[in-house]
């Protein structure tokens, strides 16, 4: 039933365009407080860790509908951190079924998405005059689509790692592939070049060491389809660069370092304003295409120190975190890099998955041994004696 009511979550947020307005907001909250009712996932213990949350929480709310006046843009983000935190909470206390049921169910997610971007893509491009369509799906935004089918892809990798889906999964895989690069997103195609090749490189070494023929034939196989993709991605890269207009990321980032040293303390209050256009052909934006920058120009470095604050309590509240599921750490890694290059975490869809997947590579506490029966064998001065 929880992951159930993750996975609707996740859903919805996807179907409606990234959840962007209060409506679909305030159903996401709800189906998230379900969840932590229905698993009774109470927040364990941790004094500095919720004392730091709920700082951040107010520092936000302070610095955003209260400074600049209440509008949904300013409200976005501190909504955004409840549902990551509630997210986190409930993920962290699932069983194993749960969690393998919501793994599964991600890769569902992923592979509907994919499906529905190609065929849309498809449409567009046989309609479009200067062939620059590119697949956005329902979540209608194609760099947060294209970040978060690499995510999905890494899961399914994991699966067909671990030998589970038959033949199905290998299918599954390079068809969110293939979404992935009608997506045209550099920062996605990028990403998952990085993942392939090491992928690529570890798996290298099995390969070798496989002496039968159909093991060189597998190695042969593989190899060429990561080449393939690799080109097709480079192509991609390379042709939206020549036909589309510079969006000239080093500007924004440059005018967010001038007006971050402006108000460095408290920074300019959310939402910010739109940066200063960098030629007649760039797009009006509000975001600097940096989570890092955006965060401190909105809310300072104070914000940004509770920030780090919460990241670091958090990472040192639980057990070590290289006990945990490396691929699963990976594929969430892989949505948060997305925010140096753009505001993909900012996606509701995004942020929820990013979440989601945090909470499942988070390495689980050992459960503590059940206590003896009373009518156990008591060891007693070297002797034992069945109790009475």
């Known amino acids: 039933m929880t992951a ?3 996975l609707t979550a996740i859903a919805w947020a996807v179907a409606t365009r990234g959840a962007t307005d209060l409506r679909d907001l305030a159903v996401l909250l709800a189906l998230l407080v379900a969840a932590v009712v229905v698993a009774r996932a109470w927040p364990r213990r941790d004094p500095a860790l919720w004392t730091a949350i ?10 955003g509908p209260l400074r600049t006046g209440w509008s949904l843009e300013s409200v976005r983000v501190p909504i955004l951190v409840v549902l990551v935190t509630l997210t986190v909470i409930v993920v962290g206390r699932m069983r194993s079924s749960e969690r393998e049921m ?8 992923g592979s509907l998405q994919a499906a529905i971007a190609l065929v849309s893509w498809a449409v567009l491009a046989a309609g479009s005059a200067s062939g620059t369509a590119r697949a956005e799906g329902l979540l209608g935004f194609p760099n947060g689509l294209g970040i978060l089918l690499v995510a999905t892809s890494i899961v399914t990798l994991r699966e067909i790692e671990r030998r589970r889906g038959g033949r199905l999964l290998p299918a599954v895989l390079l068809l969110q592939v293939a979404a992935i690069l009608a997506t045209g997103s550099r920062t996605a195609i990028l990403i998952g070049a990085i993942v392939a090749c090491a992928w690529l490189a570890l798996r290298t070494a099995r390969w070798r060491a496989g002496t ?20 097709v991605g480079t192509a991609v890269v390379l042709w939206r660069t020549a036909v589309e207009p510079n969006e000239d990321r080093p500007h924004l980032w440059r005018e967010a370092l001038q007006r971050i040293a402006a108000a460095p303390i408290t920074g300019e ?46 990472l040192r509240s639980g057990r070590p975190w290289r ?9 969430a890694l892989a949505l948060l890099a997305s925010g140096l290059t753009g505001f993909s975490p900012r996606i509701s869809a995004v942020a929820l998955a990013a979440a989601v997947l945090i909470g499942l590579s988070a390495p689980r506490a050992e459960h503590a041994p059940a206590q003896a029966p009373v009518s156990q064998t008591v060891v007693s001065g070297g002797s034992s004696s069945p109790s009475k």
């Open 4 to 6: 159930c009511l993750v």
């Open 54 to 63: 709920g700082a951040v929480i107010v520092w936000l709310i302070a610095n």
């Open 102 to 109: 919501l793994l599964a169910g991600l890769i569902v997610v």
């Open 212 to 231: 039968g023929r159909s093991a060189l034939r597998s190695a042969r196989a593989r190899h060429a389809l990561v080449v393939s993709a690799l080109g």
């Open 269 to 314: 209050g959310a939402p910010a304003a739109a940066f200063r256009i960098a030629s007649p052909a760039s797009r009006v934006t509000t975001s600097a295409h940096n989570e890092i920058l955006q965060w401190t120009l909105e809310y300072g470095l104070v914000g940004l120190g509770l920030a780090v604050a919460v990241i670091v309590l958090a």
């Open 323 to 331: 006990l945990g599921d490396r691929w699963l750490q990976v594929a």
